[in-house]
């Protein structure tokens, strides 16, 4: 039924159709960082694309958990929540159905996640992740490793210019510490602080009647951003024993990152409170120019198995694909060299049982190949279909025996011969 006024295109804000050309990039990124997330070990899994909210809330922040689309399951009446995170399910799926294998866990996942955004915001409500969970180890190294993996993942998909912003959860949480007592005030001082709205938290503060040393403490987390002098500038915050153990973590991260050649890449933020009630450690997000929101980012989480019944440390990060093919186009320009198939085995009938056993013979060999019936006539006007469908090369074969296979290069014409059994013979499969 048409809808009045209504193009038939039409889909909800916040989703998106990726046509050929977008769905073939996309593929190709998601194989390529899948691929990496093996080679470092990382075994894949799939998780249920709803879950029952009373099960799945455990491990799902207020913030988080109110963005999530809610139904009811007509066959219990029990609420259902579509994932808006995967980290959680990784959680459960690590503390019940994997708690008797050994640790560490190295688990990685591709999946869509589904969170409400208001339409003025300008963000998708899905959105597909690539991330990967190291469940086990709590040392400084187990922290670098997701770091180091994010790299690699990055400098091999040939994004060269980001940017990896380090932060310390356990810092942070060290000098907003005193006010997590009062609800209320403390969820404006986060806000704030995660705005770097210095104003507007110093009139906080006053509010709030704290003492001119910790006010000064806190509104200097706002100026706690740059490089390797971030460290010296938080010194004297130091003295709090959660800031002072955060602080020497963090440090340890950064040298494991900066011995590994990735300095000029790295920043230190220390008044980043993203995922306050989540995080518990060394958090990072990515950033690439050009692009306006992060490309993904994670850290240690040490407290969400324990919810599922396994206590384990934690820590992993996550990939918007979206964003970094959009980032990967910047980068590349246009995309001139997508192409919906390598060969188009063009022929007559007499040619016909020798065009499939060459369509088969390449399609083994790897190539993606599309075979047509029915040759006759000039070949321009097939060249140009093949033009306009992005096809490589045609291959023409007429007649039986062995006649030359004519191979004409699609972009500019050029046509070369040779003979059919000798290219059959050049094949070799991937």
Known sequence: MKLPGK????????????????????????????????????????????????????????????????????????????RPDVTPQIARIAATLLNDQPMPLRLCYSSNVFRHEEEHAGREREIHQIGGELIGPSDAEADAETILLAIEILQKLELKSFKIALGQMAFTRGVLQPFEASPTSFKK???????????????????????????????????????????????????????????????????????????????????????????????????????????????????????????????????????????????????????????????DAEAASEAVTLSNRLREAGYRVIRRNGLHGEIEPYLSDARKQKIVKILLLTGKGDRPLRSIDVRTGREEKQPRSEFLEGLRPS
């Open 7 to 82: 193009p038939r295109t039409m889909i909800p804000k916040g989703v998106a159709t990726f046509l050929p050309e977008g769905t073939s990039k996309r593929r190709k990124i998601e194989r390529k960082i899948l691929s990496i997330f093996s080679r470092w070990g990382y075994q894949e899994v799939i998780t249920p694309i709803f879950e029952y909210l009373d099960v799945f809330s455990l491990g799902v922040g207020e913030d988080l958990l109110n963005r999530a689309y809610k139904f009811v399951d007509r066959a219990t009446g029990r609420m259902m929540v579509l």
């Open 189 to 347: 001082i986060l806000s704030a602080v995660a705005k770097k709205d210095a104003s507007h938290l110093e009139a906080l503060l006053k509010e709030e009647k704290v003492g001119q040393k910790t006010r000064k403490e806190v509104l200097s987390l706002l100026d706690l951003f740059g490089g390797e002098e971030v460290f010296d500038a938080a010194k004297p915050l130091a003295h709090r024993p959660a800031c002072k153990m955060g602080l020497r973590r963090l440090r340890e991260v950064y040298e494991i990152l900066k011995r590994a050649g990735h300095h000029d890449s790295l920043l230190i933020d220390l008044g980043e409170v993203r995922g306050f009630d989540y995080y518990t450690g060394t958090i990072f997000e990515i950033f690439a120019d050009g692009v306006g929101s992060e490309l993904g980012g994670g850290g240690r989480y040490d407290h969400l198995l324990e919810k599922f019944g396994a206590p384990a440390s934690s820590t992993g990060f996550a990939l918007h694909i979206e964003r970094i093919q959009w980032a990967l186009e910047q980068v590349a320009g246009s995309g001139h060299d997508y192409a919906s198939a390598d060969f188009l085995v063009l022929h």
